[in-house]
């Protein structure tokens, strides 16, 4: 057997950068709407989407929080605008990349987004299917 097809100039890039248009709302100085840059995330950051998700309760009991794994993944497929940004946050009065998305996008906008993430990531089964495979 040959490890031809694995190696690396072999291989297209998982990680390309994908544009996409979130909002009609941010435009540049010439009014054209401007993309959003998304990559789908490496699986470090994929498996931390879920763990991050995951609380305990008093009890030890676990418990998965859709909400915030819907968050992580968006937090870390958006390449830019840079959630991370100091400037960025300020100009919204926010210190998280999780805020910034409360206020930076309504919630259509938001679905939308996480719609594409999940896309391409590949993760755009149903919900149900994916919550069996991160308990498991």
Wanted: with cysteine; aromatic share 10%; net charge negative.
């Amino acid at each position: 057997m040959s490890l031809t097809a694995f190696l690396k100039e072999n291989v297209p890039n998982p990680f390309d950068e994908v544009d996409f248009v979130v909002s009609e709302r941010f435009r540049d100085e010439n009014g054209v709407p401007v993309a959003w840059k998304l990559r789908a995330m490496n699986p470090e950051k994929s498996l931390l989407s879920s763990d991050n998700a995951m609380c305990i309760d008093r009890k030890g009991n676990a418990d998965f929080k859709v909400s915030a794994y819907y968050k992580n993944i968006v937090v870390n497929s958006v390449v830019f605008p840079n959630l991370y940004d100091k400037s960025l946050q300020d100009s919204y009065n926010v210190m998280s990349p999780d805020d910034l998305l409360n206020v930076m996008l309504n919630s259509r906008e938001f679905n939308r987004l996480l719609k594409k993430c999940q896309e391409i990531n590949g993760l755009d089964k149903d919900f149900d299917i994916l919550k069996d495979e991160v308990k498991n």
